[in-house]
Each structure stands twice: as structure tokens, then as C-alpha cells.
């Protein structure tokens, strides 16, 4: 069974800091086939239904360019994600791993990232496959993938450090 | 010349909305030789110099496991980007383009991910290669890299979907 906000055997939770640090603005919604967290893929799959990510403005003159790139990246907020374990048992089996050694949507900053195969872009909608969360799921950021992406600005020191 | 908050030719910058729809907790701190916007790297690379994760209480113990990946993803907040442009010029030659379509440290949530390759985990301290970011920048999450990661909990029905 998926994870629903329970504490499983070997698990470990902690009395996290306040989340304020630095403050998020949902800049769009997204939109799957999926409406509960019993069902959601664990992982999306470049061959998955087609989904259809709506921005909000005043962004969306931000997608100008967008619809080039093959794949691109998705950042969204796992909103019903408890934040709070250090520990996890994936398969609820008393095996634990460290948050950061999972992928899991449980971590002190529920943001998932995702890299989704594009469609098209038509106005305010980007029409992908290969995302895994609910239907609703707050949009964080769009980027293009890493791996299609030449920077344009101009060459820094840095990037010719090696060591 | 890199940005420093300016504005530039053809770019179009938004009254954005309060960034208040949820909130972030810095997990740790990030140590990297560039100390100056002027100097970091447009994008790591897998040989550039070895750079520290630090990681903040009561987070350490959410480390167990990650060493065993060769790549990591990191999340970090880009603290001093501004975050209100809908259009840029990255290379300040009147030539702009949406946001979305760039992978500029300035966006409505300037959040950024990186593939980086392990060296070692020490206590607290995460040793990687690939890292791009200003000395001093806030951690959000570490993950394991999507490609090397394979889901340990059950199976879903939304996995085996296809659209």
C-alpha cells in the first residue's frame, strides 16, 4: 500500500525547523488522469498518458521558446507530502533508507522533479508525457532538459575549472 | 557580463505575485570555490573542482544510503536572483527569450537542480563534482539521480498506464 501519511516500522521522523526560509509562488497546475495517491505511478514513463500542465500569469509569456526542446523538466510541490522523516521503509518491511538516498515524495522540501517529453505548447497549456503525480499537483518551474540546454550567456572564469 | 539585477534590452519584467503559497527550510549550506556571480561556472561539469554539501541538523541521518550513487541530483535555492522577468537576454544583445526556455538562475522560483558526481560521504558532508553555485548557497534536497534509481515500493496502477 502506498504511503498515506503513516508511520511505518523502523521509520524515523523528526521535529523539523519552520518551513520559512524562503517562500514559493505556485506559478500553475497540473493536470493527470490520476486522483488519488493509490494510484499514481511511482515513476513516469515517456510512453505515459498525456498531460497537460497549465501556467498562470503573469507567466506565461515566459513559455516563449519552450515548445523546442524535446524534453524539459518539470519542478512541482508534492502538496499532501508529510516532511518530517529522516528515515523511510519504501516497501513497509522494517528495511530503512536515509530520505536522501530515495526518491520518494516524502523529503523536508516535497519538490519533485521530472524530466517530461513534450507535446506541444498551445497558449497557456504544455502538453507532455512522462509525468507521476496527482491530478492538481501546484507547478513549481519549467526549464529545458539539462542534457538539449547550451548556455547563451557568455563564457565565465568558472567554467573551466577542473580539479 | 553576467547579470547583477539589471534590466536589459528587450526584457520584460512582471509585478509578481507574494511568494507565500508554501515554504521552503534550508537543509544545509554549500561550499564551493566561487565567490563572486562573476565567477561561477554557466554549468558544472563532472571534472570541476570538488565542492561540500553541508548538511544541517536534524537532517544527517537522512544521508544513509546515498553514497552507494555514482550521480546525485541537488536542489538548491539561487538566493540572489531576482525572480520577476518573464523574458531574458542572456546575452544582452536584445535577442530574448521566455523564461521557461532558459536555464537562468532567474525565475519566479529560483530553484536549481544539478547532476553531481560522488566523491564520498563524510558525517555530514557530501563530496561532489559538477556543482555551479555562489560559496555559501542554500541546500533544499539531494536525491539520487532518476536514471540510477529504481522505485523500491510496490507497484501502482498508474504504472503500467500508457497514453
Excluded at 33 to 44: A, D, F, M, N, V
Excluded at 51 to 80: K, M, N, S
Excluded at 124 to 141: A, I, R, S
Amino acid at each position: 500500500m502506498v504511503r498515506e501519511d503513516e508511520l511505518r516500522a523502523g521509520e524515523v521522523a523528526v521535529e523539523p525547523p519552520a518551513a520559512t526560509d524562503a517562500g514559493l509562488v505556485f506559478i500553475g497546475t497540473i493536470h493527470t488522469p490520476w486522483t488519488s495517491r493509490l494510484e499514481t505511478p511511482r515513476q513516469g514513463r515517456a510512453d505515459g498518458p498525456v498531460c497537460r500542465i497549465e501556467v498562470h500569469e503573469p507567466w506565461v509569456a515566459a513559455l516563449d521558446g519552450l515548445e523546442q526542446f524535446e524534453t524539459i523538466e518539470v519542478l512541482y510541490w508534492l502538496h499532501l507530502s508529510r516532511r518530517d522523516l529522516v528515515r523511510q521503509s519504501p516497501r513497509n518491511d522494517r528495511d530503512v533508507r536515509g530520505t536522501f538516498a530515495l526518491r520518494s515524495p516524502v523529503r523536508p522540501n516535497p519538490i519533485a522533479t521530472s524530466v517530461a517529453t513534450m507535446v506541444r505548447v498551445d497558449g497557456p497549456n504544455v502538453f507532455v508525457h512522462g509525468l507521476d503525480c496527482l491530478d492538481g499537483t501546484p507547478l513549481l518551474d519549467l526549464k529545458p532538459d539539462r542534457c538539449l540546454f547550451t548556455p547563451l550567456a557568455p563564457p565565465q572564469p568558472g567554467d573551466s575549472e577542473v580539479g
